[in-house]
């Protein structure tokens, strides 16, 4: 990558950064300080920690679209600052009920989409995957270090604190958009990488699109419903100060972490991915049940959420792969929106369902209930197809072409392309490809004829 491409990598990772941050900073220690609010309950609290992702749901697609008409930066800088009021209105709540109004204004500043387009805009074809899989890198990170930071700031400057945090944080952001993220000359409707409307009913059509979508959907639901209860059992059953939970979180997350990796290494290059997806949920389904049966005992609490978390770091790096590789090459982008606001819905459901189950039968409930939709999603799992293990590839067309049938037709005899999908209007080629079968120079060569 050139020094431009570089610089959008880092700069809209960091603009990423700050927002998830902000909205995962109250995830370990809401539940606790929900218990000193008036008139709170566990479904409020629940509620409170979840209602950002409906939001988030409903708001990521029309944003992204918008973001095509009027221009990448004024959407994100207004979903920035729509983001920054939610945060003011948290952080001067004294009752669970402004705190929900304030996170759901939180969500309701989504700019994921926004973000991914205008990246997209500012890189190369070739090199448009590296940039968006150093965001999504950048996201992992992010939702770490938010698990470890929030108990701290907590514990230092109270549940305002870190609204506070959180509002200086999307200003922060705001400032990177202005004076760091280059403005893109020409903005593109990016069918890889953004969402296009005409695509969405055809990416809801794909049977195995909707598994994986059902699939990110429970692992979000699991996640919130667990951190619902599992900072009030550190408290309760360890016997640990909030301000210590970090020293559960940081090594907990660093062996997931690393664990993780090779995981990853061997379903991607050895082509086991669909085996290691399996496996990956039923440790999750494994995980819940110890949770349930011994969440009151130190050492089985503390395996069992180290076993959750090696499950969860696995899944959330191996399924957007799994979603590329299912969709077809020209509506990658629209398949990607639509999981990821799958995603935020499963974070809404999870924060309401985990509530209510909470209020009814603690936390051996809840436990019972991330079983139960794991065990839910290992079996529809079952039925996905083998993946393909293309790559996805955009080339442009710098000269007029003639004839576009015989363009397809060429790219198609091109030893290792698998797929073509040609946009006229945009002098664009989307195809998939198997990198070690392609053939560079004949590639070149048709496109330096078309040139």
């Known amino acids: 990558m050139n020094a431009l491409e570089w610089r959008v990598a880092f700069s809209l990772s960091a603009v990423y950064a700050v927002r998830m941050l902000g909205l995962f900073m109250i995830l370990p220690v809401f539940a606790l300080y929900a218990q000193s609010l008036p008139q709170s309950s566990e479904l409020l609290a629940g509620i409170a920690i979840g209602i950002y992702g409906l939001t988030q749901a409903l708001f990521q697609i029309p944003l992204g679209l918008a973001s095509d008409r009027i221009g990448r930066k004024p959407v994100i800088i207004g979903g920035l600052l729509v983001f920054a009021l939610g945060s003011i209105i948290a952080a001067l709540s004294h009752s669970i009920e402004m705190i929900i109004v304030g996170r759901t204004l939180q969500g309701m500043g989504a700019v994921a989409a926004a973000t991914m387009a205008l990246a997209a805009d500012l890189t190369r074809e070739e090199n448009r995957s590296r940039v968006m899989a150093f965001i999504g890198m950048t996201i992992g990170l992010s939702f770490m270090a938010a698990i470890i930071l929030g108990p701290i700031i907590y514990t230092k400057a109270g549940m305002s604190g870190i609204f506070w945090f959180t509002f200086g944080l999307a200003l922060c952001g705001i400032l990177l958009v202005l004076f ?31 598994r994986m979508n059902a699939g990110v959907f429970a692992l979000h639901l699991i996640m919130t419903a667990n951190f619902l209860v599992v900072p009030t059992l550190f408290t309760q059953e360890l016997g640990l100060p909030t301000l210590d939970h970090w020293k559960i979180y940081l090594p907990v997350f660093l062996v997931a972490f690393l664990g993780s990796i090779p995981l990853i290494i061997v379903a991607e290059k050895r082509h086991k991915i669909k085996p290691m997806l399996l496996a990956a949920i039923a440790l999750l389904v494994i995980a819940e049940i110890l949770l349930a049966l011994g969440y009151a005992e130190k050492n089985s609490l503390l395996i069992a959420f180290a076993l959750f978390f090696l499950g969860f770091n696995f899944l959330e790096a191996i399924q957007p792969s799994l979603v590329a590789k299912y969709s077809a090459v020209q ?8 999981y990821n606001s799958t995603q935020f819905l499963g974070i809404f459901v999870g924060g309401i369902l985990g509530g209510w189950v909470n209020q009814q039968w603690q ?33 442009r067309f710098t000269g007029a072409v003639s004839d576009w049938e015989a363009m397809y037709q060429a790219l198609q005899q091109v030893p290792g392309i698998y797929e073509v999908a040609i946009v006229a209007e945009e002098q664009v080629a989307y195809l998939k490809v198997d990198k070690k079968q392609l053939d560079e120079q004949g590639l070149r060569a048709i496109l330096e004829a078309a040139a």
Not at 331 to 338: E, L, S
Not at 366 to 379: H, M, R, T
């Open 363 to 395: 936390a051996a409930g809840v436990f019972w209930l991330s079983a139960l939709v794991a065990g839910a999603w290992l079996v529809t799992t079952l039925k996905l197809p083998a993946p393909t293990f293309y790559t996805s590839r955009v080339v």
């Open 331 to 338: 509506t990658k982008g629209t398949a990607m929106g639509i």
């Open 180 to 210: 760091v993220v280059p403005t893109p000359l020409h903005i593109r409707a990016h069918r890889d990488a953004g969402i296009i409307s005409n695509y969405l009913l055809k990416a809801l059509k794909n049977t195995s699109l909707l």
